[in-house]
């Protein structure tokens, strides 16, 4: 079984500023380990994802995470926040086999606002 | 393409009602996975489905049933509502089992139980 923790429930941030925000998970089985975002009334998008390989992955908006294994975290940062980036974020874990293939199972979320 | 799509997009049930609600995958994706999301929290994992099959499921009590059709489309169930059940509930599609390919989830469907 897998379980996340988002370290903070909400980060206030001014426009431009520098962001973290803190995921810890644990497991049993090697992970994949995601990032979603999360407008209101939206669905979940996918933001970025470890599988296997490098273990800082990069967005296309700017975001970045990197997989620390002796850690078990994968902070999600970026250098410049803008307003747009207001939104709720969850880090999510699935196992890379056995029973919890394919399966998420997400932190409780991070809500950003951005302020101007 | 148009992603993933869910109906209806709201509904309110009365406790001890039944619901069903439906989900159609994104495009060329076989594997459907239904989420409720609780008001603050992050998404729950309820069940599966693959090739009409239930392959996984989370801690949620059988009255919350599925189904899923030979065009991959799907169908939430849940019976004897009670005001707990209340919440979003998503639908994500893949285009495998193995957690390799990215979930698409749709807007989800907003179930209020009074």
């Known amino acids: 079984a897998q379980s996340v923790t988002q370290l903070d429930s909400q980060v206030p941030v001014f426009e431009e500023a520098p962001v973290e925000l803190r995921c810890n998970y644990s497991?049993?089985?090697?992970?994949?380990l995601f990032w979603y975002v999360q407008y209101p009334n939206q669905g979940l998008q996918l933001l970025l994802k470890?599988?296997?390989?490098?273990?800082l992955v990069e967005s296309i908006n700017g975001f970045e995470a990197e997989f620390n294994k002796s850690q078990t975290s994968f902070h999600l940062r970026k250098p410049s926040v803008h307003i747009s980036d207001t939104a709720e974020y969850f880090c999510?874990?699935?196992?890379?086999?056995?029973?919890?293939?394919?399966?998420?199972?997400f932190g409780q979320g991070t809500i950003l606002t951005v302020h101007p | 393409d148009a992603g993933v799509t869910q109906s209806p997009t709201h509904l309110i049930k009365t406790r001890g009602q039944q619901v069903t609600l439906r989900c159609s995958p994104k495009?060329?994706?076989?594997?459907v996975s239904w989420y409720q999301q609780a008001l603050g929290q992050g998404p729950q994992f309820i069940f599966q489905?693959?090739?009409?099959?239930?392959?996984q499921r989370g801690n949620f009590p059988d009255r919350f049933s599925g189904h899923q059709f030979p065009n991959y489309s799907s169908e939430l169930n849940v019976n004897a509502l009670l005001l707990g059940d209340s919440a979003l509930y998503l639908c994500?599609?893949?285009?495998?089992?193995?957690?390799?390919?990215?979930?698409?989830f749709g807007q989800g469907t907003r179930l209020t139980v009074v």
């Open positions: 470890y599988l296997s390989g490098s273990t």
């Open positions: 495009s060329g994706h076989d594997t």
């Open positions: 994500a599609s893949s285009r495998d089992l193995t957690g390799h390919t990215e979930a698409f």
């Open positions: 999510a874990v699935s196992g890379a086999g056995g029973t919890s293939y394919g399966k998420l199972t």
């Open positions: 489905y693959y090739e009409e099959e239930e392959r």
């Open positions: 497991s049993s089985v090697s992970v994949y």
